[in-house]
């Protein structure tokens, strides 16, 4: 089984040789006349949504996940400064 694009694309390819060939110049006007009206429909507002004329509030429904506080305050952290001159046995050590 030949799985290669160019082979297995190639009969799509001929197809549309023969029509650009054979219906070109027609396929040409017809493009460009929709392109036009697609131009204008555009321009005059088609691609805007249009409203509903009932309700025109929006209800979006959805799930709101808040944390509590702990009911307990955490435990204090005591932090403290150690000197570097200082040894384990609070001897001060020679400075070199």
């Not at 110049?25 to 004329?53: D, N």
């Not at 959805?62 to 403290?80: A, E, H, K, N």
Request: glycine share 6%; charged share 15%; no cysteine.
């Amino acid at each position: 089984m030949i799985l290669n694009p160019a082979t297995v694309l190639n009969p799509v390819f001929n197809a549309l040789d023969a029509l650009i060939s054979d219906y070109g110049v027609y396929l040409y006007l017809v493009f460009v006349w929709v392109s036009l009206g697609a131009i204008a429909w555009i321009l005059s507002g088609g691609l805007w949504r249009r409203r509903s004329q009932g309700n025109s509030a929006t209800i979006i429904s959805g799930i709101i996940f808040s944390t509590r506080p702990p009911d307990q305050s955490p435990p204090l952290t005591v932090i403290t400064e150690i000197d570097p001159v200082q040894n384990d046995d609070n001897e001060i050590m020679d400075e070199p």
